[in-house]
């Protein structure tokens, strides 16, 4: 039996059920404009991306400049629908409190929302100053620099380190860490989707605490 390294928990979609909210509130601000997307075309192309990522992606597909305040505009009006409606994934509590592994954070959210986020969460006590966002590194996931950064500043070896993400780009970003990976589809964004066949998935906290086990008995962190 390993002893426990360490655990990142992606934000948006894992700790908080957030990403059905992000994507509502794109979806609308750009149909001010004009351009269409469905929750399906958010999922599938933005799941996990920074947000310039996605404006750049947004106007490169459908050949449109967006307005200078976009990003600015997009953020006020999530940050607003958050005060209202966001949650935790149902179950993160319950789980939280049982944890016995050092955890951190690490998101592709700006600093503002992440730290929102946690607060409205009442988490911010929880992880502490232990919060990662893609600010901080050069390269966003897919890229593994988020993931290695916040390792290295936990004082954790990569190989001692278990990601759990919903997304793909979260996925390919901790298998190119060399890290064990965890895909957690309980948020209400991945309702009904299938589970992808090349990693290990769960949609409810209480299976969480048995995954680990078994990755440590497995020795897939050594």
């Known amino acids: 039996?390993?002893?426990?390294?360490?655990?990142?928990?992606?934000?948006?979609?894992?700790?908080?059920?957030?990403?059905?909210?992000?994507?509502?509130?794109?979806?609308?601000?750009?149909?001010?404009?004009?351009?269409?997307?469905?929750?399906?075309?958010?999922?599938?192309?933005?799941?996990?991306?920074?947000f310039p990522t996605v404006a750049a992606t947004i106007r490169e597909r459908f050949g449109r400049p967006l307005p200078d305040d976009f990003e600015a505009a997009y953020r006020r009006r999530l940050l607003d629908r958050f005060e209202h409606d966001l949650r935790p994934t149902p179950g993160l509590a319950a789980m939280l409190d049982r944890l016995q592994w050092p955890a951190c954070v690490a998101t592709s959210s700006s600093p503002e929302r992440v730290g929102r986020t946690l607060d409205l969460l009442d988490l911010a006590r929880r992880f502490g100053p232990h919060v990662f966002t893609a600010s901080q590194v050069a390269r966003g996931k897919p890229a593994p620099d988020l993931f290695l950064f916040a390792a290295a500043r936990m004082g954790v070896a990569p190989a001692r380190t278990v990601v759990v993400e919903d997304s793909p780009p979260g996925?390919?970003?901790?298998?190119?860490?060399?890290?064990?990976?965890?895909?957690?589809?309980?948020?209400?964004?991945?309702k009904g989707t299938a589970a992808p066949a090349s990693v290990r998935s769960f949609d409810n906290w209480a299976e969480f605490p048995q995954l680990l086990k078994d990755i440590q008995q497995g020795a897939a962190l050594s």
Request: glycine residues 10%.
């Open 1 to 50: 039996m390993l002893e426990p390294g360490l655990i990142i928990f992606d934000c948006d979609g894992v700790i908080a059920d957030s990403e059905i909210l992000s994507a509502e509130v794109l979806i609308d601000q750009l149909a001010a404009l004009e351009i269409g997307l469905t929750a399906e075309d958010v999922r599938r192309d933005f799941l996990g991306r920074s």
């Open 171 to 190: 996925i390919a970003a901790a298998e190119a860490a060399g890290m064990a990976v965890l895909h957690y589809r309980g948020g209400a964004h991945l």
